[in-house]
Every structure is written in C-alpha cells, then in structure tokens.
C-alpha cells in the first residue's frame, strides 16, 4: 500500500516556478515508477511526466519538455516536479500517481493517486 500527498501548488505569475512534492508512506514506493498528472477545469486529465523506479528512466509530454523536470528522492519518499516558465495553460489541479507497472502515461495503470495541489498561473 501506498500513500501520496502532493504540496508546493499556489497561485504564481507567468514565467515563474513552483517546485511540486510528491511524498509517500510505504516502503516499497521506490520500486514504483512514480507520474504526474493534470486536470484543468472542463478538460480531461492529462499526463505530465513519469519517472522510472530508479530514476533513471522520464517521459514528458510535448508541452513540458524543456520547462518541468521530474526528479526523486527515494531516501526521502519523494518525487519532484520543478516547473519553470510557467504559463496560464499550465493552470491544473496536478496530481502524482504511482504503479509497479513500467514507466507509462496511460492514468488507469497508476495504482495510487495522491489528492492533488492546485497550480494556477496569471497571465
């Protein structure tokens, strides 16, 4: 079983950063490959990134490729997204996901979803 709380969302400028956390409860979460999700109002949840077990292995979506980079620590139970060059689109509520299946960005494969931390950017 697998526990995930997310923090670091809040309310930012266009072109500023936020750094998101993803902190577990488990002792098997760093064999876990470990997504980032988003969902705006009236849209479809859409995939952000994945980091593999080791972290050795990511995946982006187009949009974020060059901006966020996830990274984890998994001495500390942990995934990051760093966010950079934040713009209104990438205004969300961004949840983390975990799976013991291999890096992906297909959601129904994610076993365990944390609650989710609101990111919204001004323009």
């Known amino acids: 079983q697998v526990h995930l709380v997310e923090s670091g969302g809040g309310l930012v400028q266009a072109g500023d950063s936020l750094r998101l956390s993803c902190a577990a409860t488990?002792?098997?979460?760093?064999?876990?490959?470990v997504g980032w999700f988003r969902q705006a109002p009236g849209k479809d949840r859409e995939f952000v990134a994945a980091?593999?077990?080791?972290?050795?292995?990511?995946k982006y979506v187009d949009s974020a490729l060059g901006r966020f980079t996830i990274s984890r620590d998994n001495a500390k139970n942990t995934v990051y997204l760093q966010m950079n060059s934040l713009k209104p689109g990438d205004t969300a509520v961004y949840s983390c996901?975990?799976?013991?299946?291999?890096?992906?960005?297909?959601?129904?494969?994610?076993?365990?979803w944390g609650q989710g931390t609101q990111v919204t950017v001004a323009s």
């Open positions: 996901a975990a799976t013991s299946n291999f890096m992906t960005d297909y959601a129904p494969w994610y076993e365990y």
């Open positions: 488990g002792s098997t979460f760093r064999s876990y490959t």
């Open positions: 980091i593999s077990w080791s972290g050795g292995g990511t």
